[in-house]
């Protein structure tokens, strides 16, 4: 099976913000930033109450509204800031071998990847993992780097699930 596609920086970010969502310390990371903005919060509230002696259901009211809208929002502003740093990365040298066009060339045995670096060859064994999403199969080499797969490669559904076939062929899907 042969398939040629164009990768594009956002091809990237949609890479890192799947491997960032999939993996177990960012995920971790997430959940505790969401937990302190709260904290901070009623922390903040608490002191301000202790400083002026006084109840002030006010202050309360705005910090729990706070910490609620932040508890909502925050993942989004998370993902748009690994988003920006992979921008930055990726605008930081050539990437010769990245972007522009891409040729898989797949078999029972492994695989080609060729592009205007060259080629490279590698096993079926050389993948750890396979994850799909809505756009993409990430062939994953190990936890921080993947063959990226758009589904817009494939000319119709019965060359995906051919793809599909040949993945779970050589037992990585």
């Known amino acids: 099976m042969e398939l040629t596609y164009d990768l594009t920086k956002e091809d990237y970010q949609a890479f890192q913000i799947h491997a960032a969502k999939q993996s177990e310390t960012i995920k971790s990371a997430l959940i505790m930033q969401r937990l302190m903005g709260p904290v901070l919060f009623l922390l903040f509230a608490l002191v301000v109450s ?14 729990a509204v706070a910490s609620v809208l932040w508890v909502i929002l925050y993942p989004k502003y998370f993902y748009g800031h690994i988003k920006r740093n992979v921008n930055k990365m ?13 040729t898989l060339v797949m078999d029972r045995k492994g695989f080609t990847e060729k592009n205007r670096a060259g080629e490279k060859k590698a096993n079926w064994a050389d993948i750890e993992r396979v994850d799909e999403d809505e756009a993409y199969f990430f062939l994953f080499t190990s936890i921080v780097e993947a063959y990226i ?11 995906r699930e051919e793809f599909k076939t040949l993945v779970k062929s050589v037992n990585l899907i």
């Open 50 to 63: 202790w400083v002026t002696e006084e109840w002030l259901p006010g202050l309360f009211i705005t910090f």
């Open 90 to 102: 990726l605008n930081e040298s050539r990437n010769d071998n990245m972007f522009g066009l891409h």
């Open 149 to 159: 797969v758009p589904k817009r490669s494939f000319e119709n559904e019965d060359r």
